[in-house]
T-cell receptor
Framework: DAGVTQSPTHLIKTRGQQVTLRCSPK?????VSWYQQALGQGPQFIFQ???????QRGNFPDRFSGHQFPNYSSELNVNALLLGDSALYLC??????????????????FGAGSRLTVL | GQNIDQPTEMTATEGAIVQINCTYQ??????LFWYQQHAGEAPTFLSY????GLEEKGRFSSFLSRSKGYSYLLLKELQMKDSASYLC????????????FGSGTRLSIRP
């Protein structure tokens, strides 16, 4: 059973360029969340997709956008890249919980990440 | 909003016990996670606490006090492979599918 897969694993871009990162969730999961992790920091929530819609968003500018496809896979797009966008971008999949359900941990399963370097 | 605090770095000796603390301030709270992350790798799930008390899982245990906004991860019989970052994370009451992470504690194990 494949876990979460991300591509590419590493990439280098220059300021002002655009980048697209891809994620395939774990089998059976329907929700994809994207996180940005700067060196030495914890993952920061970017946004979450369920049923092909952005359900929640963290404190990131509109340059960060995403998409979810009918097969639950997802893309993260970043436009007008800045040096500060250099980070590890993590995709995590889970089951969607609406409302106040708290049964079980609904654990996030992470991919290995895409390391983006902006020069 | 949520604010999560944990020590930046800790060092411990192989075979010993270490406790990593985490305090949080949140307007609503629906469970606390601990994740382990080795350098250059994805975070992996260690534990989840929703009720007060201690959850034990092999060499790792996690404790939660909701009234004090406090949790700790206890690692026993430390091994060199336990050298990693340990991330404390909370699930907001308002959003069961979203997890907010702290900055992580980088644990180094010395022989």
């Amino acid at each position: 059973d494949a876990g979460v897969t991300q591509s590419p694993t590493h990439l280098i871009k220059t300021r002002g360029q655009q980048v697209t990162l891809r994620c395939s969730p774990k089998s059976g999961h329907d929700t994809v969340s994207w996180y940005q992790q700067a060196l030495g920091q914890g993952p920061q929530f970017i946004f979450q997709y369920y049923e092909e819609e952005e359900r929640q968003r963290g404190n990131f500018p509109d340059r960060f956008s995403g998409h979810q496809f009918p097969n639950y896979s997802s893309e993260l797009n970043v436009n007008a890249l800045l040096l500060g966008d250099s980070a590890l971008y993590l995709c995590a999949s889970s089951l969607f919980l609406s409302g106040l359900e708290s049964s079980g941990a609904n654990v996030l399963t992470f991919g290995a990440g895409s390391r983006l370097t902006v020069l | 909003g949520q604010n999560i605090d944990q020590p930046t770095e800790m060092t411990a000796t192989e075979g010993a016990i270490v406790q990593i603390n985490c305090t949080y301030q949140t307007s609503g709270f629906n469970g606390l996670f601990w994740y382990q992350q080795h350098a250059g790798e994805a975070p992996t799930f260690l534990s989840y606490n929703v009720l007060d008390g201690l959850e034990e899982k092999g060499r790792f245990s996690s404790f939660l006090s909701r009234s004090k906004g406090y949790s700790y991860l206890l690692l026993k019989e430390l091994q060199m492979k336990d050298s990693a970052s340990y991330l404390c994370a909370v699930r907001p009451y308002s959003s069961a599918s979203k997890i907010i992470f702290g900055s992580g504690t980088r644990l180094s194990i010395r022989p």
